[in-house]
């Protein structure tokens, strides 16, 4: 899934326009499920959504001292990738002396990273049907 895109007429898109986030927190790290709508969707995900892009997008959380780490593991048969920040919430929730940026707060900062792709992916994964539960007539 890393295929190459022509870096000629890349938009610069959000993450929210072509996935949804669930995330939770224990002790000091933060957990996110990244849903793609569609298979489309999850292609661009799965291309330019990385460990490392993460960890840069984060890096005020995570501190500029590289001790916080980021995992990604793909997982194409829920169109989903998975996420966990360590060290992200200063030793825990308890002991965190920031307002409201525990795990479920953070989900929203990640739908707001943004990726690059031509407007013709982005286009593909707008149009597609979203799957889910909720089965094909999906909002």
């Known amino acids: 899934m890393n295929a190459t895109v022509d870096t000629k007429d890349k938009v610069r898109v959000p993450l929210v326009r072509i ?8 002790a000091d790290w933060v957990d996110f499920g990244l849903f793609a709508w569609n298979a489309e969707g999850y ?11 993460v960890r840069a997008h984060f890096m005020p959380w995570l501190g500029s001292d590289m001790t916080g780490e980021v995992d990604a593991w793909l997982l194409p048969n829920l169109l989903a990738i998975k996420l ?8 825990g929730g308890a002991r965190n002396l920031r307002l409201d940026n525990l795990g479920k707060s953070m989900a ?3 739908l707001r990273m943004e990726i690059e ?11 597609a049907p979203r799957v889910g539960w909720w089965g094909e007539a999906a909002p």
């Open 117 to 127: 792709v031509t407007p013709a992916e982005l286009a593909g994964a707008l149009a």
């Open 43 to 53: 292609a661009l995900l799965a291309r330019e959504v990385t460990a490392e892009r």
């Open 84 to 91: 966990v920040l360590r060290g992200a919430l200063q030793g």
């Open 108 to 110: 929203g900062a990640l």
């Open 19 to 26: 996935a949804h986030a669930r995330s939770g927190d224990k």
